[in-house]
């Protein structure tokens, strides 16, 4: 039968409960058994896809077409297994779905009501995943205990505790334990009122998992354990680390998987094999060399915009036994007047994605500095878009080209609204989402990437190349080397003539976990080091030459 692990939040946001769920949920795979983890969202939207990056940060997606919270890359890249639109639910698609029902007279004339319709629901889906056989299904509720929005979930968890077998479920909460400079030690109370709150709402949690800037003393566990009901080896540190990725060997330290196997009254499992991990950790923390990588983008002020593509550089850092350092660039504030003094220095240049005007002309003049100056280019869907927009103005010599997002009256339409966007109207997971398939080019930089001529990508956008100029830009040296099958879809560009030129429709950072680093990535970063070693040979030649 499939066990039960919900992981709450108390004191503060951004304690980190995802990455404790997934450093917990790779500990149990690494011992044999099939793991993952779900998110519960408070919030009404009924997901994350229509919210502002300053909002909720990156909306990931799934191999499904579902727009999700950030929370599930960490899930694939701690799991290397994929998610499911089932695996991120929000308050507004639990509403949505029991209105539905309503609607449709589901309840019989009943009074539908928080209790028992929406905490139905809301058990409903947090046992869905079990169909798919697995044994321990970990579920994160978002938000903090107390929060009004949050409830409705805790109410669940209450009920399930109740309904469920003895043994198949249990729940942790992830608090605050923090350090006061001015008393010069840590403080326990916020820990103990976030506990009180939740059960006064009927949960009480089977473990704690503190996180602290200091070391907890076996005094401070001591008083946690008193205080707040739950053995002393339940008291679990989740001290700071200087990556997400040593926190899985911190919670094996701590035996934060036993304790949770003895409590789900699990007696037999074998050690964890984290050879990989480790192997991973050894190559990210002991680097041969570094690379200097420019960011650009509109959001660079917030890092969660970002996360996936981060995560990345940091996957194929480790790769390639090199340190990825990453450049903030915000576009907006590019011009040709100090386009030099801001990208002088860099290694790579990635041109991110995203939606709307803002920051564009930036992004088109850092494309241009790339491209002109061999310097190794990756752009992501968007950025994209702005590298065949750059390659039309100055090589083409269309000078009114450009997107029709940005300029719907554009004298060179480059870039296009897809056909089947033209008739769409309702916002929300309308774009074109998911994986789909790409046949690359024998003989093409993507082919040597690749290793292969059917890959297969995720999306999220609504504009697209506009074929019409196809031809006229290959003719140019822009080369469409990889294409959608089905569609005629332009996926992947590049120029041949250039060092390491890549820009593609598709968003391949999604899909670069821990033990699979994306390929594209890997072979930037590559990239980018032979590009710093030639620059450096020049340099040495240049100074002999002087002497």
């Not at 699990?266 to 041969?288: Q, R, S, V």
């Amino acid at each position: 039968m499939t066990k039960y692990i919900f992981v709450t939040g108390g004191v503060t946001s951004s304690l980190g409960k995802g990455i404790v769920s997934a450093s917990l949920a790779k500990l149990l795979q690494a011992r044999g058994f099939k793991v993952t983890i779900q998110k519960f969202d408070p919030y009404i939207n009924v997901d994350p896809g229509t919210l502002n990056p300053y909002e909720h940060g990156e909306c990931f997606v799934t191999e499904d077409g579902a727009e999700t919270d950030l929370d599930l890359g960490h899930y694939e890249r701690f799991l290397n297994t994929f998610t499911t639109q089932a695996n991120n639910v929000t308050t507004g698609r639990i509403y949505q779905s029991v209105i539905y029902k309503e609607r449709e007279g589901a309840y019989l004339g009943k009074t539908v009501q928080v209790i028992p319709h929406i905490t139905d629901e809301i058990k409903r889906r947090m046992q869905l995943l079990a169909e798919s056989d697995y044994d321990i299904i970990i579920t994160e509720i978002g938000g903090t205990i107390g929060d009004i929005e949050s409830l409705p979930f805790i109410e669940a968890v209450r009920q399930l505790q109740w309904e469920l077998p003895e043994g198949d479920c249990l729940v942790i909460h992830l608090t605050l334990v923090p350090y006061l400079k001015a008393a010069k030690e840590l403080k326990t109370k916020p820990t103990q009122h976030s506990v009180k709150m939740m059960s006064e709402n009927g949960v009480h949690p089977d473990i704690i998992v503190c996180r602290t800037e200091q070391p907890l003393t076996r005094e401070l566990k001591n008083k946690i354990a008193l205080f707040c009901n739950v053995k002393l080896d339940s008291v679990i540190e989740a001290a700071d680390a200087n990556s997400i990725y040593e926190v899985p060997l911190l919670m094996q330290q701590e035996q934060l998987d036993i304790i949770v196997l003895k409590k789900l009254n699990i007696t037999w499992y074998p050690e964890p094999d984290l050879t990989i991990w480790k192997g991973f950790l050894a190559k990210l923390a002991n680097p041969k060399s570094t690379v200097t990588i420019g960011l650009i983008g509109k959001y660079i002020e917030l890092q969660d915009a970002y996360k996936s593509i981060l995560e990345a550089f940091i996957h194929a850092g480790a790769m390639n036994e090199c340190k990825v350092e990453v450049l903030d660039v915000h576009s907006e504030f590019i011009t040709i007047e100090n386009i030099n003094d801001k990208l002088q220095g860099l290694d790579g240049m990635l041109v991110a994605p995203g939606f709307g005007h803002r920051g564009i002309d930036g992004k088109i003049l850092a494309v241009q500095y790339a491209r002109e100056k061999g310097l190794p280019f990756f752009g992501i869907c968007l950025g994209m878009q702005m590298s065949v927009i750059e390659f039309a103005r100055n090589v083409l010599h269309l000078k009114g080209a450009h997107s029709t997002e940005m300029d719907d009256q554009a004298v060179d339409p480059i870039i296009d609204l897809m056909e089947e966007q033209k008739s769409i109207t309702q916002k929300g997971g309308t774009m074109r989402l998911g994986s789909y398939p790409c046949k690359i080019e024998v003989g093409t930089l993507a082919h040597t990437i690749y290793g292969a001529e059917l890959i297969s990508e995720r999306h999220r956008h609504r504009w697209e190349l506009n074929n019409k100029y196809l031809d006229a830009m290959q003719a140019a040296g822009l080369k469409a080397s990889g294409i959608n099958p089905e569609t005629n879809l332009v996926e992947i560009v590049e120029i041949p003539s250039h060092p390491f030129f890549i820009g593609v429709q598709y968003h391949p950072e999604l899909k670069s976990t821990v033990e699979k680093p994306h390929p594209i990535f890997v072979h930037f970063v590559k990239a980018a080091l032979d590009f710093k070693k030639t620059q450096e040979n020049g340099e040495h030649t240049l100074a002999a030459e002087m002497i």
